[in-house]
């Protein structure tokens, strides 16, 4: 098993749209960075865990835990020619651009805020916390995500 950072802008699609879809899952649309797309395409697997990550916005923060309910196949809507995610160079043939689905597993009763995550000694390490690290899926340790889980816990004990 892996595990995994997947950001998204809440006002694009958030925890809470998670939670309300059918399954409490949905497709992982949009990735397109070659190196993300690699990612999803090569290293996702079924069972995988994610840390969901709220990008932009005054806090950004984990909010919740997920898992990968669907390895990379196709992402269709590059074929699209009225997706804003259509690329004219994709298409069945010769897919440019992969997604995955991705499952609900926990919304945080507290996210655990990005100064948070860089206070944390134990998580200095973590690539989201990279100077110019920007890419939208990335790979977290076993550890790092274990640490954000007890941060979550810790967050709503105070709470």
Known sequence: MKYWLMKTEPGTYSIED????????????????????????DDFKKGDRVLFYHSGGKDPAVVGTAKI???????H?????????????SSPENPRWFMVDVQLDKAFEQPVTLS??????QLEQME???KGSRLSVQPVTESEF???????EAAKNKA
């Open 146 to 152: 274990e640490v954000v889980l007890k941060m979550a």
């Open 128 to 130: 989201l916390l990279r």
């Open 116 to 121: 948070q995550m860089r206070n944390e000694p």
């Open 69 to 75: 309910a669907k390895g990379a196949y196709p992402d």
């Open 18 to 41: 998670l939670a309300n879809e059918k399954r409490k899952t949905t497709c992982w649309e949009g990735v397109r960075n070659y190196q993300a797309r690699n990612m999803m395409r």
């Open 77 to 89: 809507f590059a074929w699209d020619s009225g997706s804003k995610y259509y690329d004219p160079k």
